[in-house]
């Protein structure tokens, strides 16, 4: 039965709403999408303002929203959408780069981040996952947005107290899951790489947001 509705989930349409300032990148990328099995661009917009309005009326599976708007921001139109329709996952797509950027957006509510010279099939893979409840962040963005994360001040004592390495008591496996999901892996792709199951990968990143304390 649980086969049955995992394929359901996998072969179900995703309707996406863009929100984009500019003519030309928006017709770009509803070319490029709807030429992908199981996406169906609904919509666009040139405005936050619009964008609300649309996603009101299509009640979208995803969101892909530019940052630099004229007048609301994606970041305020990102919270709006968020405290309305919750269940709605939003991808960030812009060119910024900047790491406080990265962390303003999640803070918000955005499901993943992504820069604008991203290849059309990774964006298509980044919008599904997005849609069953994954993040995602670029991982040239990624490495730089770690080096705002705190590092432990007493290594010795984490050690000690958890029986555990400094890396942040990960299991050899672990670590290996973490590399995967900082270069923006999906469980599936984790899978495929390390010759496991998904239900193990998924198992393995559960435990790896538990250790560290994150979401």
Known sequence: MSVQTNECMENQEIKVVIVEDYKLTRVGLRCALNQIENINVVAEAESA????EIIKREQPDVVLMDLGLPNMNGLE???KIKEMFSQIKVVILTSHDREEEVLASFGSGANAYCLKD?????LSDVIKSAAKGACWIDPTVARLALKLFPKPENVEFLSKNTNADPKGHLTE??????????QGRSNTEI???LIVSVHTAKAHVCSILQKLCVD
């Open 49 to 52: 303002e619009e964008g609300i």
């Open 77 to 79: 139109a990102t919270i």
């Open 191 to 193: 899978a495929k790489e």
């Open 118 to 122: 991203i290849e059309p099939k990774a």
């Open 173 to 182: 496996r672990e670590q290996e899951v973490l590399k995967l999901l900082v």
